[in-house]
């Protein structure tokens, strides 16, 4: 696949891709060919609208990966044009054990209902650089959500984190519809006065085991590079990175 630009009926560059499977629509960015580089460096915004109303409109995401021998070229080109960066993480769960937290307490989106589960998603999201300061009306991220879980969306299994009969925050283990055997939390946030105090594992933990249960047999995540705090939850809980970058459009 190529996609070209240009600029007065000339191709100004050309950019090679290869369709990956993934949960999405995602292809790998192979290589950039340039006939006018310094046309196309001096205009990276300008040539970056194009390619991101391009992925919007195709619900497309694009990998690089890191062995890529122009990985530093193909980065800075690509967050310059706008797009957002994100690093893999995964989790063979086929021997996780799961030890419950005794202080904690799950209950399912089917037991407190639609309007307390988004109060709370909208409150955990507050401050969350995954949403790079983005952030679109609830009702629609919600839905927007449940139609990403596709056939596999189960009530039961998307869950707020109860202490003392205080919630603390939320996680929504889904199992991914075109990829049955892989899956990771659509969504895992803490509220504000929770943060930095350790809970963040008990939930990856309650996640992990919510997806066992689904017969998930690989934990497939992926976060903001922005959100360092996620990315040492994962590498500390044991999670592999994987030398690929995802880059991704806003979708508020």
Known sequence: MNYPFIKDNKVICNIEFKKVITNGNAFSFLDIIFNDK???MNNLEIYGKGLIEYCKSNHYEIIVSKDNNKYKLLNMVLTKMGFHTYS???FDLVNFKYEPENNLIFKSLNEVGENLFKET???????????NGQYDEINE??????????EYFN?????????NDNIIGIILPQRFPNLPENGANFY?????NYRGKNYGSSLLHKGMSSLIKQRVKLYTGKTS???????KLFLKNGFISVEETL??????
């Not at 880059?247 to 508020?252: A, I, L, R």
């Open 188 to 192: 895992l946030g803490l509220l504000t």
């Open 88 to 90: 893999f993480f995964f």
């Open 155 to 163: 009530d039961k299994n998307w869950l707020l984190a109860y202490e």
């Open 38 to 40: 310094k046309e196309f």
């Open 121 to 131: 998603l909208e409150k955990a999201t507050m401050g969350d650089p995954n949403y």
């Open 225 to 231: 590079t922005k959100n360092v705090s996620m990315e």
């Open 247 to 252: 880059y991704m459009y806003d979708k508020s």
């Open 141 to 150: 991220r919600f839905n927007r959500l449940k139609k990403n879980a596709g």
